[in-house]
Nanobody, 124 residues
Framework: QVQLVESGGGLVQAGGSLRLSCAASGRTFSSYTMGWFRQAPGKEREFVTAINWSGSRRYYADSVKGRFTISRDTAKNTVGLQMNSLKPEDSAVYYC?????????????????WGQGTQVTVSS
């Protein structure tokens, strides 16, 4: 079983930056595809980015491409999300997710484990 805990959320002005972190527990962490999703009030949870177990492949939603960067540190069992040039529409609860095996797509149903989420608010 894998447990995920997000941290690093907060309030930031438009154009600013935040870095989120996801701490994972579980002996098979390195075998998982890791992803970030977000959910704004009244909207469905949407895919943001994902990274494979080696860190050699990264996937981004068009809305964040060029602004967000996902990374992972297998030694520390953590996954990071560097968010730059933030926009008010980036405001959401951000969730860390883990999928056993290779990247298979952007659907929430593809992922097996979820963190509790961390709030990101971007003001104008």
């Amino acid at each position: 079983q894998v447990q995920l805990v997000e941290s690093g959320g907060g309030l930031v002005q438009a154009g600013g930056s935040l870095r989120l972190s996801c701490a994972a527990s579980g002996r098979t962490f390195s075998s998982y595809t890791m992803g970030w999703f977000r959910q704004a009030p009244g909207k469905e949870r949407e895919f943001v980015t994902a990274i494979n177990w080696s860190g050699s492949r990264r996937y981004y939603a068009d809305s964040v491409k060029g602004r967000f960067t996902i990374s992972r540190d297998t030694a520390k069992n953590t996954v990071g999300l560097q968010m730059n040039s933030l926009k008010p529409e980036d405001s959401a609860v951000y969730y860390c997710a883990a999928k056993l095996g290779s990247y298979s797509g952007t659907a929430t149903t593809d992922y097996d484990y979820w963190g509790q989420g961390t709030q990101v608010t971007v003001s104008s």
